[in-house]
């Protein structure tokens, strides 16, 4: 059973912090993984995605895989109240699926 | 990345009753996937839209219960049939587009009474 795992939250942080979001993931064989924005009735938005190990910036984003520990993170610098959402981990397994397996989300609040 | 829609936008259904959903992308893709997401919960893949051919459904979700059409690279259809409460989710349609990137429609609110 492939699991992908997230702290529920919420998460609060002030604005102009770091919001530091987690996700594990069960399946080793796990080839490419993506973080994605919810907004209360929207739908999820790409954000990121990442296959290699190590950091990979975007603006205020940054993603972080580790694939010894199953382990991948999204990095929120200069957080602001407009980042407030919910964030999904999604992961997909082998190099010929296109299938996605999401984690619960963590719900992000960033307090003015 | 492609544009896409999908009708109707929500709905409130009767039990017993079934309800079209409609996926339409602005460019052929290859991959196109229907998604639930029950209330408060994370995405849940239903299957695969494979074009010119049956659907690929995940385990826990039967063709019977969610017919399934693509007959081109740009639409598709799911069909939530013979409804019950616990049906009641946001069915959402993505793509593909480069190999790293898949989008999602706006997604369709369904509740049923």
Redesign the interface.
């Known amino acids: 059973q492939k699991e992908v795992e997230q702290n529920s939250g919420p998460l609060s942080v002030p604005e102009g912090a770091i919001a530091s979001l987690n996700c594990t993931y069960s399946d080793r064989g796990s080839q ?1 993984f ?1 973080w994605y924005r919810q907004y209360s009735g ?5 954000i990121m ?1 990442i ?1 290699s190990n190590g950091d990979k910036e975007d603006g205020r984003f940054t993603a972080q895989l580790n694939k010894a520990s199953q382990y991948v993170s999204l990095l929120i610098r200069d957080s602001q109240p407009s980042d407030s959402a919910t964030y ?1 981990c ?1 992961v997909r397994t082998g190099a010929g699926s ?8 963590t719900k992000l609040s960033v307090i003015p | ?1 492609a544009v896409i829609s999908q009708k109707p936008s929500r709905d409130i259904c009767q039990r017993g009753t079934s309800l079209t959903i409609q996926c339409q992308v602005d460019s052929q893709v290859t ?1 196109m ?1 229907w998604y639930r997401q029950q209330p408060g ?5 239903i299957a ?1 839209a494979n074009q010119g051919s049956e659907a690929t459904y995940e385990s826990g979700f039967v063709i019977d219960k969610f017919p399934i059409s693509r007959p081109n690279l740009t639409f598709s259809t799911l069909t939530v049939s013979n409804m019950s409460p616990e049906d009641s989710s ?1 069915y ?1 349609c993505s793509v ?1 587009g480069s ?9 369709t609110r369904l509740t049923v009474t």
């Open positions: 490419s993506f929207k739908s999820p938005e790409l995605f296959y999904l999604a296109y299938q996605l397996t999401f984690g619960k989300g | 990345s991959m996937f919960q994370s995405l849940t893949l695969t946001i959402l593909t190999p790293y990137e898949q989008y999602f429609g706006p997604g």
